[in-house]
């Protein structure tokens, strides 16, 4: 029997709030393994992640409706469907609230389904007669724009409350549609009038220039199929043309910790008379830059399996320049996989510098004097970005910054590092540092 829009959404919910699952990963399983419309996969993906960004608020609102307590599931079930009441208006209240007392018969039974009723009908009669009231204007902020209070008070103490408060808005917002060019295959202008004779709006990035915008993305397209571009978001796409060394020279290049693959798939087309390693430490994740590498028509890089921690001695000194996108927090990327909000504190971070700055000793170890290091993350927490490297430079005075020169004249460069925050695009939040070994060892 099909299942309906709505009971995928919700095995898709239960499967990040209950069993710590990426959103992205579970909505795109669910896609491939199932003959969902494209109609309903829209309906899916923003009944999805308009509940997880919504949580915190409309938890809030459920509280002061229910005595006693729910039942993580149910309580699910009820989260999903206060947001459809609640921030979508194409769904009447009275059918919202019906869809949902069949699918919480149809799970729970009888008994559970008529309390489901029951609260749903309450908050929708007496929604506007709520009484907000907050204990200051920080747990307002939080509740209403759902964000944590752990990851609320690291803005704040980092960026100002005023700063803190853009960033934690923009999370609850969409990044727009990014697809990078595979320019070995395709020009822009090309690859422009083709969207336009498809009907889809697209403009020229202002962060990348090799990135496009796009109203959707088909991944059943001819072109994305057939390697003609790639989804890759504006900032991410950044870290290839912040390394700015010679293309026409064969340097050796190695990506240590290189899955999904975007970087080192871009940095290899763009150095294509250069070879490149691409490491990670798990196998089947090296499978997806390979099979992304022969759609793309990249034919200079080689995929080994690596940790990134463990010292590779055949790497010794070999390397002309080392792509660091260590793990991190993900605060960056928010916009587009909200869950990862609900996860991050002051000790989350505290364990992952110190990985980060692990696998930054670690890599040296393999560059060449004079040769060039791209340490990034999709983090926008100093204490991963701009403060790890101010540590790692005290340690390495062999290092120094190098000043980062892109062509669009992105504004926020600093000396030798970009920070873009996801306030200031409608793009992922990012950081890029690039280094330089001094010839004297």
């Known amino acids: 029997m099909n299942k309906t829009a709505r009971e995928y959404a919700y095995a898709i919910l239960i499967n990040v709030f209950l069993d710590d699952a990426y959103s992205n990963i579970s909505i795109n399983k669910v896609f491939s393994k199932n003959n969902i419309s494209s109609k309903d996969k829209k309906y899916i993906t923003q009944l999805v992640y308009g509940s997880i960004k919504n949580k915190l608020y409309i938890e809030h609102i459920i509280k002061r ?37 069949k699918l919480s018969k149809k799970i729970f039974g009888l008994h559970t389904s008529k309390f489901v009723n029951a609260i749903l009908r309450n908050i929708i009669r007496n929604i506007e007669k709520i009484d907000y009231v907050f204990k200051d ?112 020279k064969t340097l050796n290049i190695l990506d240590v910790c290189a899955a999904p693959g975007g970087k080192s798939l871009h940095i290899a087309s763009l150095y294509n008379n250069s070879c490149l390693i691409s490491c990670d430490k798990y196998q089947h994740k090296l499978k997806l830059i390979a099979d992304n590498a022969e759609k793309l028509g990249i034919t200079n890089i080689c ?7 463990e ?29 990862i909000k609900y996860k991050v504190d002051d000790s989350y971070i505290r364990k992952l510098t110190d990985l980060q700055l692990e696998i930054l000793e670690n890599s040296i170890k393999y560059l060449k004097p004079e040769g060039c290091l791209i340490y990034s993350t999709c983090t926008i927490d100093k204490r991963e970005n701009e403060y790890n490297i101010n540590r790692f430079l005290e340690k390495n005075p062999n290092f120094n910054l190098e000043n980062i020169r892109l062509s669009n004249q992105f504004e926020k460069i600093q000396t030798g590092m970009i920070k873009i925050l996801p306030d200031d695009y409608n793009c992922d939040g990012f950081f890029i540092c690039k280094l330089r070994k001094n010839s004297k060892i």
């Open 65 to 101: 409706f229910s005595k006693g307590r729910i039942k993580p599931k149910v309580r699910i079930l009820i989260l999903m469907s206060l947001y459809q009441i609640l921030k979508l208006d194409k769904t009447p209240d009275f059918a919202a609230v019906n869809e949902a007392v």
């Open 137 to 248: 204007e920080d747990e307002e902020i939080i509740i209403k724009y759902s964000c944590p209070r752990s990851l609320y008070m690291i803005l704040k103490e980092q960026y100002g409350k005023e700063k803190a408060i853009s960033i934690v808005k923009s999370f609850n917002t969409t990044s727009e549609n990014s697809i990078r060019i595979n320019l070995l295959k395709i020009t822009k202008s090309d690859l422009i009038n083709y969207f336009e004779d498809r009907g889809i709006s697209v403009k020229e990035s202002s962060v990348a220039e090799d990135c496009l915008l796009v109203s959707s993305i088909d991944i059943t397209d001819p072109k994305f199929q057939e390697g003609y571009y790639i989804i890759q978001d504006e900032a991410s796409a950044l870290v290839a043309h912040a390394l700015e060394e010679n293309r026409e």
């Open 303 to 309: 995929i080994q399996q690596q940790d990134a921690t």
């Open 311 to 339: 010292l590779n001695i055949e790497f010794l000194n070999r390397f002309d320049v080392i792509i660091c996108d260590v793990p991190c927090s993900g605060m960056g990327v928010i916009k587009n996989k909200p869950e």
